[in-house]
């Protein structure tokens, strides 16, 4: 397309924002207004990509990080056809799949934006799955506002594209100068971001946004660059070609205040289509998505084994039997055992540093490529990523997620070491998947099943060794849990998970010996989803239900077990046992009492309960 035409197809898709935001009475048309030349000379004369085959292999990814900037991505596709003037129309009305920011209900839509700082993050993901995995020359492109440069997880995904030499990656950054309240830290003055990003190892270029000829050649050039991520810190003005709202503050985030003259200044409505160039096909020679049943390992019951060494292992074996399965890890695999797969399939490990964010991010974006990332850290450390793991939810990514070194159990390393808010963070993920094994062969089990859940899916591990319990073939379905003391006339039901369902059999153990007291345990294995049948058979049977977890009391097993009461049915005596103090230093049998989650306080609870119920 001739450098005329694209100065009109920019003014379309200015027009085409602004008409958008004022159908819906809201939206944010001077963000969109200021990208509209960069985006116009992307998608004329750089991206290459079917909109009639979205699952294309070979087709460019844009990913727009300024998601508050979607009318600028909606009128992008209206011009190439795929949206027509209706749904344009239909901005951010109930139903449309053109949201106030983008989310995959558009085909054309990887993942989800608009939590500023993850565009790069998700895209560094999309870029390595281009260049070690699928081994094709896709680009990835990531249109940033100027803003979001101030998030940490920019500068983490900074660091990792070039380490990693990512020269499929193209950060597009629109240096407006104003966000939200006024102007941005740095303003207008490009060197500030040139030289941080030539610190970390980035090709730039610094050119002015709204001269497509600039635009055209340093798109060019990305292209072109080898063994380098490249950024194109672009000049703008925001709300470019409206006086009214041009480079002015006060005008983020709201229509503009008459569009049919701010149409009339643009030089009215435009009906311009454009051909986008689609990609090649990719090459025959392309691996296969091999999927085999995977052979687990097995574990003897009565064998101690920690459940961190039984999910490296069986993530090991899943890998020689599915060829998608990649594993991630935020430099602590020697303790969460994911080495075990870095071992075995190298070219398949990703090496994230400690960056949980970008760990997060990385995964969500080679799961939009196909794979199946299992990223692990310790439990404690995930917290970080939350806001990632939510917008995870959002992107409808299917991940998998463990956590490990949950809980006081791990010891005398000290509270900062333990995730004891991370059961409550995972289950309040829309959609999340939340397991906590107890033993080996449970977790070689579920790590399996993760592979082919919906979703964000949660794994809790435990530091040190437990009991094997469980037979290498029994069966753990998601949602479903496991009975191991049952008798018919049972007293109390104890519900336990991970760790706590050694300390919930010793005590049952103990109370059947030395008080006659007959306690059901239900190992609730999936704590999201419950199974609550099997709670309501058992409260309905014993009418008390004590539950014991290594987390908070608040957001964890207690609560998963108190919603399913929560329907109007008749509600059994419940008690709850988590850690409610500060742990400090001590080891791990000595930080479980302290907590007072181990078999003694078990124990106590019980015939407290018991005690009650006889009373009454």
């Known amino acids: 397309m001739p450098y005329e035409e694209l100065a009109e197809l920019a003014q379309q898709l200015r027009a085409d924002a602004v008409r958008a935001a004022d159908a819906a009475g809201s939206g944010h048309p001077t963000s969109a207004m200021s990208a509209a030349d960069l985006a116009a000379v992307l998608l004329a004369r750089h991206l290459r990509y079917d909109f009639d085959r979205p699952d294309h292999p070979g087709n460019d990814r844009l990913v727009l990080s300024k998601g508050h900037a979607s009318p600028l991505l909606y009128a992008m596709y209206h011009a190439a ?4 003037e ?27 934006t608009g939590s500023l700082g993850q565009g790069l993050p998700v895209a560094v993901g999309m870029a390595l799955a281009g260049q070690r995995l699928d081994r094709l020359p896709y680009q990835v492109y990531v249109l940033s506002g100027d803003s979001e440069m101030a998030e940490g997880s920019v500068w983490e995904a900074v660091e990792h594209a070039a380490d990693s030499h990512l020269d499929n990656l193209t950060l597009i950054l629109d240096v407006n100068r104003l966000g939200q309240r006024g102007p941005t830290r740095h303003g207008h003055d490009l060197d500030a971001y040139a030289r941080r990003l030539h610190a970390f190892g980035w090709h730039v270029a610094e050119i002015d946004g709204h001269d497509h000829q600039a635009v055209d050649s340093a798109l060019a050039e990305a292209r072109s660059t080898t063994r380098q991520p490249t950024a194109i810190l672009a000049r703008t003005r925001k709300g470019r070609g409206v006086a009214a709202v041009e480079d002015r503050e006060g005008k983020h985030g709201k229509p503009l205040p008459d569009a049919q003259d701010a149409l009339a200044e643009l030089g009215g409505v435009r009906r311009g289509r454009v051909t986008v160039r689609r990609p090649p096909e990719p090459p025959e020679t392309a691996a296969p998505d091999e999927r085999r049943t995977p052979d687990l390992p097995r574990y003897d019951p009565g064998d101690s084994v920690a459940t961190r060494n039984a999910y490296g292992e069986a993530l090991a074996a899943l890998g020689s039997a599915r060829s ?59 917290t970080r990523a939350h806001d990632f793991l939510r917008m995870a939810a959002v992107s409808r990514a299917g991940i998998n997620v463990c956590g490990s070194h949950a809980g006081v159990s791990i010891g005398p390393d000290g509270p900062s070491q ?24 449970q977790t070689a089990r579920l790590v399996a099943a993760m592979a082919d859940l919906d979703g964000v899916r949660y794994l809790r591990t435990t530091r040190g060794a437990t009991p094997v319990l469980y037979g290498p073939d029994e069966e753990f379905p998601v949602g479903g849990s496991k009975v191991l003391r049952r008798h018919d006339h049972d007293q109390v039901t104890i519900v336990a998970a991970g760790i706590t369902v050694h300390e919930a059999l010793k005590a049952a153990d103990r109370l059947e010996a030395e008080d ?8 609730l294995y999936s704590v999201k ?54 742990p400090a230093s001590a080891t791990p049998e000595e930080q479980l009492h302290a907590a007072g989650i181990d078999a003694d306080a078990i124990a106590s609870a019980v015939r407290l309960l018991v005690e009650r119920v006889v009373a009454h």
């Not at 964890?556 to 008690?575: H, I, S």
């Open 81 to 84: 056809g795929a949206v027509d």
């Open 86 to 112: 209706d749904e344009l129309l239909g901005y951010r009305t109930l139903g449309s799949r053109l949201e106030g920011h983008p989310t995959p209900r558009l085909p054309w839509v990887d993942v989800a």
């Open 324 to 382: 998608r399965v990649v594993a991630l890890d935020a430099e602590v695999s020697d303790s969460t055992r994911a080495e075990f797969f870095a071992k075995a399939h190298p070219e398949r490990f990703v090496e994230c540093y400690i960056a949980e964010q970008q760990l997060v991010a990385a995964a969500v974006g080679l799961a939009a490529r196909g794979y199946i990332p299992y990223a692990s850290t310790f439990a404690a450390f995930l």
């Open 418 to 441: 333990m995730g004891l808010e991370d059961l409550a963070m995972m289950r309040s993920v829309h959609g999340s998947t939340v397991l906590y094994p107890c033993d080996a062969n």
């Open 516 to 523: 006659g007291i007959r306690a059901r345990v239900i190992d």
């Open 529 to 582: 989803p419950v199974d609550a049948d099997t709670l309501d058979d058992a409260a309905g049977q014993t009418g008390c239900v004590l539950t014991v977890e290594d987390h908070h009391p608040e957001g964890g097993l207690g609560d998963a077990v108190a919603e399913v009461f929560a329907d109007g049915r008749q509600a059994p005596r419940t008690a709850r046992l988590a850690v409610r103090n500060m």
